[in-house]
């Protein structure tokens, strides 16, 4: 199996390091490079964001998203001795996950199973399970 480009979703819940630590792994194993995505999602429509000057908020948000991503990238490259990079998109994270897999095609891409809200007797959080189903590539999805 040929394993260069590795995209793992990272929505900075509690399963991210066990998320970080598999694709890192597998990564060194392979001799493959990670992306680190996180989607920003726009909880309000474009017109109240303007009508309440939220973008300065969005870009306050985004600024420290940039730098959370930014630490997570410095530490699975330390532990790994691998290479990463970053990519942060905006919308729905399912549809701008599955958008970037069609646009780049990796040899994989991680998630987790559960994510923020982390219902564990459901088998999948919602981003994940549509990911699996949809994605043009092969999904690794890492449980708890
Ligand atoms: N905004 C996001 N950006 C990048 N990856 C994400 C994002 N949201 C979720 N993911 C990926 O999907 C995995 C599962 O999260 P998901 O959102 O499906 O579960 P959940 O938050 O527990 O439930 P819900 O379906 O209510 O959102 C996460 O571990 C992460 O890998
Ligand atoms: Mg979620």
Redesign the pocket.
């Known amino acids: 199996m040929e394993l260069k480009q590795i995209v793992?979703?990272?929505?900075f819940?509690a399963?991210?390091p066990k998320?970080l630590d598999w694709a890192g792994e597998e990564a060194k194993r392979f001799g493959a490079k990670v992306e680190l995505?996180?989607?920003?999602?726009e909880t309000m429509p474009r017109l109240a964001q303007e009508m309440l000057d939220l973008h300065t908020l969005y870009d306050k948000l985004k600024e420290v998203t940039v730098k959370k991503l930014d630490e997570l990238k410095e530490e699975i490259e330390g532990k790994f001795g691998i290479e990463a990079e970053t990519k942060i998109?905006n919308g729905e994270?399912f549809d701008?996950?599955l958008d970037y897999l069609e646009e780049t095609k990796p040899d994989l891409v991680?998630?987790?199973?559960?994510?923020?809200?982390?219902?564990r007797r459901i088998l999948?959080?919602?981003?994940?399970?549509?990911?699996a189903r949809k994605s043009p590539v092969n999904v690794a999805i890492?449980k708890y």
């Open positions: 793992v979703c990272v929505d819940s399963i991210t998320v995505v996180h989607v920003l999602e998109l994270p701008a996950i991680v998630v987790g199973a559960h994510g923020k809200k982390g219902v999948l959080g919602s981003v994940s399970e549509k990911v890492v």
